[in-house]
């Protein structure tokens, strides 16, 4: 320890040099800190904010905009330090349950104006960990397919209503007119947990794979994995767009809304961008349809939240809560219609917001976004019993490492480094590794 | 004749020289162009060399984020860590060029593989130590650690340019009655000012540009630019025109000053070569 | 450079002044260079043989070799081993021997000299977080990128680079970044050499390539091991690129060992195998530090 106490004497006597630069730490009482991802929604909190400030004056909000995986990071590790420098993190309903059980995150408890029952059952039992609410919902997304209507019609084909991945596949084959960059179905294909193992676990549930049975043992070399993975690369590989290893969500919504994609199964939160003519170039062209249905067909769904919570080792937990209750109010939902458009409030989240006419009419996807939700079950039963929770993801803390590098290898059998069957048999090594390094499967 | 070859050889050096510098400049003109198309224009098909500039990209950069606060904590961040860094650097090049010891070269040589210590095996630590000195999310912090990280470089470059200084120049100062410390201020420092001119630019340059602990030791108040640009990274939709313009904003400090100091910090690299 | 060396060595008290004066003017630097390198070092050690998960403190407790055991046998590790040196000499290799021949080429007359040696180094001052934004994006995008158009306007099927030349691709683009900086250096030196000697040679009529390799490339060998020394410190740490283009992959085809470090462990805040990464990578370093730098230190002595 002593160590420490002369490595500060130095560091300090070095930091005096510097005082002239230096720029104060203490954060002045009353200002929130408030770290966000960088997208769409979170943009328009943070423009909007400035109401909430003239609201209260007496908080003053510090905003901390990044990328998802550096946000992650920056998040992860100031919580679990507790460092206190966040007063409000954005965190997703993966991390929410895992957070609270290691006591990292403040229950929420809004009064009876915030209406929390108003949220979404599915979504709210998401943020919900022992009968506590640890996180209010900014907004919240299932899963659906989105085509080009002219592109079906020009080739006589119609989407039916509950379509069927063998269906798909075909539509996609029909529609790829590659010599004029216009590729039949655009899908996740950039590694990461939350990028192409979020669609291929879901494409999974729907095959009836699954990453682990009872004991922990990982079923990645099953049929239904084959299955899953085979469709999976040869529909990228016959009708997918170039460089697919790199297009996460991001990047496919572009390709969508610039007219290179006929079909794109994602999220449903997709729907208020591409519909927006500001920002999408086949706005007037997009169709859609449920998720397809894989042999299984049942499965849990897809449900994802960004959330606001709120730190156990922030210090002003009080005016933290106050912002997380007016950034995820009915009032706020209302802010954003007035000024920005209905089109573009958050979506997911609050039955209220549904059951406006305005919504449903300048969002003609709404009632069905809805539906999805409303139905949506990340604890669904897969084909066979599991040990765990989550519909795209696996709710432990060793899946970052596990659903990455497992996406790395998804990844390499799409630039052809790797068959399906090697990519499978490498997976499920390197997943009974992660699991007893991590003292899990010990 | 031979005029004439040398006017075939000089059209030649030309034509190659411009080629060459023009395709290694070229993304950085695109970046630069893009950065003046709206979202939409940045990802037509086939791209566009010719169109109606928008700063509307420029213009949601800034709505987004506080940009002359990142770069203002960069400008902190890096001069003080260079200045630092040099204060530092010259008494201790100063002692190896002219009172070496058995020791200097295994010290320059340590000094150095210090300098290969990987950021990501000991972020925990030094993560642990800037939160205990209360030095996290504080441009003193985020200075001292760039300062840290480029001290060898420095040391050994001042090094080689003060072994560069006759050292019968600085006896003749000394038979003059000069002091160590006048010797080194009033005879050493003039001499070698070029090169510590383009050390410190370099130095200025390689802490700029420092991404991963200026993203993980700092939160918002002392925030630099590399997080100015992780915020536009990857956003939702067409980005193209925005990440253009906020990458052009996140360089042009750094790329304006080095366009105008170029001269100084070729001058001062020779590194011995002059001999 | 003679000059060090007949420095006369002071007698008696004046030599131990001057010793003394000499280790007081280089203790400060060394002195926190010590700290800075001995403190994370040794929390460094001491955490790899600790089990010590940020997200699960419910494991702790000595761990023994488990962490070197997991990464040391980790089939992936030989891989990011051999790619972080196959990164680190390619790298090398391009901006030592492009940026000597375009230092030989920048030294001619020409017209707008000036402007053009201001473009060629410009990319050495773009962040490497948004030189690798940039080439992903606007360059090599397969749909939108430059080098597609062009190749699609040219009749040719655009390459989809990161995916099928990943380590290559990334290789590229750092060494676009460094190549600017050997352009800078080797320059200096080539202006420096005495316009006599070249003239000589050419009166004694040697070729363009004959006076290349007996009177430009020798006089260059301190500049070019400057070169190797820093672009190696640098190289070998090379993280932001992979990260923002490939994330090491497909599979494992652009993952160094720092980049392994940071997807096996600190992805899931394992600080326990992340330290055992740092060590194994300082020690690696090291071993490159013995056979490399020493090397290259011998030539700049002389």
Not at chain 1, 307 to 325: G, K, R
Not at chain 3, 147 to 157: C, D, E, I, K, Q
Request: aromatic fraction near 10%; glycine fraction near 6%; hydrophobic fraction near 50%.
């Amino acid at each position: 320890m002593s160590r420490l106490k002369s490595t500060r004497t130095a560091i300090c006597t070095l930091a005096l040099l510097l005082t002239g630069s230096a720029l104060s730490s203490a954060q002045a009482a009353g200002t929130l800190t408030i770290a966000t991802v960088n997208n769409g929604d979170m943009i328009v909190m943070r423009q909007l904010s400035q109401e909430f400030e003239k609201a209260h004056p007496d908080i003053h909000l510090n905003w901390v905009t990044l990328e998802e995986n550096v946000l992650r990071q920056r998040v992860t590790t100031d919580i679990a330090m507790k460092t206190g420098q966040f007063d409000v993190v954005t965190i997703g309903n993966y991390e929410v349950p895992i957070w609270a059980k290691q006591g990292w995150l403040t229950e929420i408890k809004p009064d009876a104006a915030y209406d929390v029952n108003d949220i979404l059952p599915s979504v709210r039992d998401s943020l919900t960990a022992d009968g506590k609410l640890y996180a209010l919902p900014f907004y919240a997304e299932s899963v659906m397919t989105y085509y080009r209507k002219d592109l079906f019609q020009k080739a006589g084909l119609t989407m039916p209503d509950a379509p069927t991945y063998d269906q798909i596949r075909q539509f996609a084959d029909r529609i790829t007119d590659k010599t004029n960059q216009v590729y039949g179905i655009c899908l996740r294909g950039k590694p990461g947990w939350g990028e192409n193992m979020a669609y291929v676990s879901s494409l999974a549930n729907t095959f009836g794979a699954q990453w682990f049975d009872m004991s922990w043992k990982p079923t990645l070399t099953s049929d239904a994995w084959k299955a899953t993975l085979n469709w999976y690369v040869s529909a990228l590989k016959a009708d997918g767009p170039p460089g697919a290893t790199s297009n996460g969500f991001n990047e496919n919504l572009a390709l969508f809304a610039s007219g290179h994609c006929g079909i794109w199964i994602d999220s449903t939160v997709a729907g208020g961008l591409l519909f927006d003519p500001k920002q999408s170039q086949v706005a007037d062209k997009v169709g859609f349809a449920p998720a397809p249905k894989g042999p299984y067909g049942k499965g849990p769904t897809w449900l994802w939240s960004w959330s606001l919570a709120v730190p156990v080792s922030s210090h002003q937990s009080a005016d933290a809560q106050t912002f997380i209750t007016w950034a995820t109010s009915k009032d706020y939902v209302k802010l954003v219609a007035a000024q920005k458009g209905w089109v573009a409030v958050p979506a997911g989240t609050r039955a209220s917001t549904y059951a406006a006419p305005e919504y449903a009419k300048a969002a003609p996807f709404a009632s069905f976004v809805l539906n999805a939700i409303k139905t949506a079950d990340p604890n669904g039963p897969t084909a066979q019993p599991r040990p765990y929770t989550g519909a795209q993801f696996v709710g432990i803390p060793e899946f970052q490492a596990i659903g990455t590098q497992v996406g790395q290898t998804v990844a390499a059998t799409l630039s052809d480094q790797m068959t399906v069957d090697q990519a499978l048999t490498s997976a499920q090594t390197s997943i009974t590794r992660a699991l007893r390094q991590s003292g899990r499967a010990r | 004749m031979a005029l004439k070859t040398k006017t075939s050889t000089r059209i030649g050096v030309t034509i190659l020289a411009w080629g060459i510098a023009l395709w290694l400049f070229f993304p950085i003109f695109w970046m630069i162009l893009t950065s003046f198309k709206s979202d939409v224009q940045a990802i037509s098909s086939p791209p566009k060399l010719v169109f109606m500039p928008t700063l509307s990209s420029y213009a949601e950069v800034f709505e987004r984020a506080s940009y002359w606060h990142f770069a203002l904590n960069t400008m902190i961040v890096s001069v003080g860590a260079t200045a630092i860094a040099i204060a530092l650097a010259v008494p201790a090049a100063y002692s190896m060029a002219f009172m070496p010891s058995k020791r200097t070269r295994s010290t320059l040589l340590w000094m150095l593989s210090t300098r290969m210590l990987p950021p990501v095996g000991v972020l925990v630590p030094i993560y642990l130590l800037a939160r205990n000195t209360h030095l996290l999310d504080t441009c003193t912090g985020l200075a001292i650690v760039d300062m840290l990280t480029n001290l060898p470089i420095i040391v050994w470059m001042l090094y080689t340019f003060f072994r560069e200084v006759p050292a019968p120049i600085l006896e003749a100062g000394r038979m003059d009655g000069a002091t160590r410390w006048q010797e080194m201020t009033m005879v050493l420092l003039p001499l070698a000012l070029p090169g510590i001119a383009s050390t410190a630019l370099l130095s200025l340059i390689l802490c700029w540009n420092e991404a991963f602990w200026s993203l993980n030791l700092t939160s918002s108040n002392a925030a630099p630019l590399t997080a100015f640009i992780a915020s536009f990274s990857s956003p939702e939709g067409l980005f193209f025109g925005k990440l253009s313009a906020a990458s052009t904003l996140a360089v042009a400090p750094i790329l304006i000053f080095g366009w105008i100091s170029q001269k100084q910090l070729v001058r001062g690299l020779t590194f011995g070569a002059v001999k | 450079m003679q000059a060090v060396f007949e420095h006369s060595p002071p007698a008696g008290a004046t030599a131990r002044s001057t010793k003394r004066t000499g280790f007081l003017l280089l203790s400060p630097s060394v002195l926190i260079l010590l700290v800075w390198s001995i403190v994370p070092l040794v929390m460094t050690l001491w955490y790899s043989v600790q089990n010590y998960n940020l997200v699960d403190p419910t494991l702790h407790g000595f761990a023994g070799i488990d962490n070197y055991w997991y990464l040391l046998t980790d089939p992936d590790f030989l891989h990011a081993l051999l790619n972080t040196f196959v990164l680190v000499a390619g790298v090398l290799l391009i901006s030592v021997g492009g940026g000597t021949l375009l230092a030989v080429l920048y030294d001619q007359e020409f017209f707008g000299r000036g402007i053009a040696r201001i473009m060629v180094i410009s990319p050495f001052f773009i962040m490497p977080t948004v030189s690798a934004l940039l080439w992903k994006n606007l360059m090599l995008h397969p749909i939108y990128g430059v080098y597609s158009a062009m190749m699609r306007a040219v009749g040719l099927t655009p390459i989809d680079w990161l995916a099928r030349f990943p380590l290559m691709t990334v290789m590229m683009i750092v060494a676009w970044e460094w190549l600017p900086f050997a352009v800078l250096i080797l320059l200096t030196a080539v202006q420096s050499l005495d316009g006599e000697q070249r003239e000589a040679a050419r009166m004694d009529g040697a070729g363009p390539i004959a006076r290349f390799r007996y009177i430009i490339l020798p006089h260059l060998g301190r500049a070019i091991s400057v070169v190797v020394m820093i672009e190696t410190i640098y190289l070998l740490t090379i993280f932001a690129e992979i990260s923002v283009t490939t994330a090491g992959g497909p599979g494992v085809a652009s993952t160094n060992l720092p980049y392994l470090i940071y997807s096996r462990a600190l992805l899931q805040f394992d600080v326990g195998g992340a330290s055992a990464g740092g060590v194994v990578a300082i020690v690696i370093a090291n071993i490159v530090a013995i056979f490399l730098v020493r090397a290259v230190a011998r030539n700049l002595e002389a």
